[in-house]
């Protein structure tokens, strides 16, 4: 799985590798005529990615919650970069109401929109139901993430006709999509309390980010579109995703430290995956340290991908 280069910083086939920042990967690319959506850019990784776009150019939207946080991320930008075009949509992704108002929102500002970065995320939380009665970090990290992209397909697949600039989604997953339940995803037993597990639920739901790119490219494919979908891993980086497990964060960091990154570092794959040009129509591929990586067989499981698919629309139907 890349920990060896993820250890030793040497560089992959791409000519980068972990050690490389958001801000090498991008060097010399001109990001002027873009826009981008980011959920989650007010904290970690999402806001050093929301920071690099802008330093290439791009119209950066950020998708927060906290829209306190997201303002300051703004505002640090602009004291760096005061040519940045940044704007914040108010967005909580656990609730299918603001995922709908959010994209909304995005639509009534009549902008173009070149890429999608589904970036937020909650891991090892407590048993919880969202407001929709979906357990937490299935609802954050996958459902809601999984409607966004459907209410803004069609714009980003109107922009890629429009311009001729390849449309991009780039799926924030992660390592631990290795340790997902037994069967993967729990269809049966989802919001279910007594079988929730916090770890295999965080698995799972990262499971659910690579099966959801996988799936999304096939039909991006099937439909002949300027659009790809990718997965990446951005790495092990502290940042406020340990909240909920300080301690096994503590362990953790200790007994793999020489695997941890910074968050320009961190922020590097996602970047890459964006923008390079290299990656001009590669679709449904995963990601880590700014190449190309193979995911489980649980994750290359296209069977698995289209029922997940089913499974996540009839949900999100029934909801509406
Ligand atoms: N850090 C790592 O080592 C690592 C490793 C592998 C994968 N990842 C993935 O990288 C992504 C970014 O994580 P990070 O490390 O940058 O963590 P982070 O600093 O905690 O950032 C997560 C972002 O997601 C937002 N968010 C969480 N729940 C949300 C919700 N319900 N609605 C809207 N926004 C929500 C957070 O907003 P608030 O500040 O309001 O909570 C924050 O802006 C996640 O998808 C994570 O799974 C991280």
Redesign the pocket.
């Known amino acids: 799985m890349g920990y060896w280069r993820e250890a030793t910083g040497i560089k992959g086939p791409s000519g980068f590798g972990s050690g490389n920042t958001a801000e090498q990967v991008t060097e010399g690319i001109d990001a002027s005529g873009l826009t981008v959506i980011i959920?989650?850019?007010?904290?970690?990784?999402?806001a050093e990615t929301a920071r690099v776009l802008a330093l290439r150019g791009a119209h950066v939207i950020i998708?927060?919650?906290?829209l306190e946080?997201a303002n300051t991320v703004k505002q640090n930008i602009l004291s760096s970069i005061p040519s940045a075009r940044i704007d914040i949509i108010q967005?909580?992704?656990?609730s299918l109401k603001s995922v709908r108002g959010f994209a909304e929102k995005f639509l009534a500002m009549d902008l173009p929109l070149n890429i999608l970065i589904n970036?937020?995320?909650?891991?090892y939380c407590p048993f919880q139901l969202s407001e929709d009665g979906i357990e937490m970090q299935f609802a954050?990290?996958h459902l809601?993430h999984f409607l966004l992209t459907n209410l803004l397909l069609e714009k980003l697949k109107i922009t890629a006709e429009k311009t001729g600039i390849e449309g991009r989604i780039v799926n924030?997953?992660?390592?631990?999509h290795v340790y997902p339940y037994k069967e993967g995803i729990m269809f049966d037993k989802l919001n279910d309390k007594k079988a929730y597990n916090d770890m295999s639920a965080y698995g799972q739901s990262?499971l659910a980010n690579i099966l959801h790119s996988n799936e999304l490219a096939r039909r991006l494919k099937e439909q002949g579109v300027n659009v790809t979908a990718n997965s990446v891993?951005?790495?092990?980086?502290k940042?406020?995703?340990g909240?909920h497990a300080a301690c096994f964060m503590i362990i953790l960091r200790a007994l793999t430290f020489v695997l941890w990154k910074s968050i320009p570092q961190?922020a590097s794959t996602t970047c890459y995956v964006a923008l390079h040009p290299s990656l001009k129509g590669v679709s449904g591929k995963y990601f880590a340290d700014n190449n190309l990586e193979k995911p489980t067989k649980m994750a290359r499981d296209d069977a698995l991908a289209k029922k997940l698919w089913e499974f996540s629309e009839e949900l999100v139907n029934s909801k509406s």
């Open positions: 959920t989650g850019g007010s904290s970690g990784i999402g998708g927060a919650r906290n946080a967005i909580e992704l656990s970036n937020a995320g909650v891991m954050t990290n809601g924030v997953s992660s390592v631990a990262k891993h951005p790495g092990l980086i940042t406020n995703l909240r961190g």
